[in-house]
């Protein structure tokens, strides 16, 4: 259990340490690309992603045939990358990507450690040192979708429902979010810069297996 709660955070004082993380700032155009996961060999792990709780290559590849995207394929595991990208959110405030659930582990539900997996899940991660509050949209196994939850393994992360198991499988499905007004919704005052991106499919505490994709990641000033 105690893994799953210090992966985000080591995560982003591990990669903010060792000075491995892109970042984006100073831009004036009203859609800023964070990935789409294009540029790279068929089979890596994505270049400039960092991970935290066991082999990234184990889980997340990318697949490149007639279309590029990011496989994860957790089995029985829990392994988050993250991608330093810092931008002001009132400046940028929609985060926009592309999922696509393949299987979700079975009997997952967020509200509880016992449970606590989901099929796919994208974090807007904002400064902050031990405990940085962290804003974490899911594709759900069981939950209604539009649920706002706390992580039960830590209190500064907020968990967001977007899709659940009555969303279509294996369909790309495309996202657009609010996080500034999501933000200010859950936390109650004015977000600090967001200083990454992270990524997770797992299924550790099921014991089972989550398989998504994800694909063309941005941040935009309009909805």
Known sequence: MYKKKAITAVLVIFLTVAGLLFSSTGHSSSVQKIEDFSLFKG??????????????????????????YLQANADNSAVAIAKKFTYKVSEYPYLKWQWRAIKLPQGGDERFK???DSAAAIYVIFE?????DI?????SASLPMKTMTQSPYNSKTKI???ENQHS????????????YADYKRLFEKEPKQVQAIGLMSDSDNTGSVAIAHYKCI??????
């Open 43 to 68: 089979g890596s792990l994505p270049e400039g992603w960092r991970s935290r709780g066991g082999d990234a290559s184990d889980v997340y590849q990318i697949k490149s045939n007639q279309e590029a």
């Open 160 to 162: 967001v429902v977007l």
């Open 135 to 139: 804003i974490k949209y899911v594709w």
């Open 218 to 223: 941005a941040v935009c000033m309009n909805k």
């Open 114 to 116: 016992e449970t606590g």
């Open 128 to 132: 902050g040192f031990i405990r940085p």
């Open 168 to 179: 279509p499988l294996d369909q790309w499905v495309t996202e657009k979010v609010d996080v």
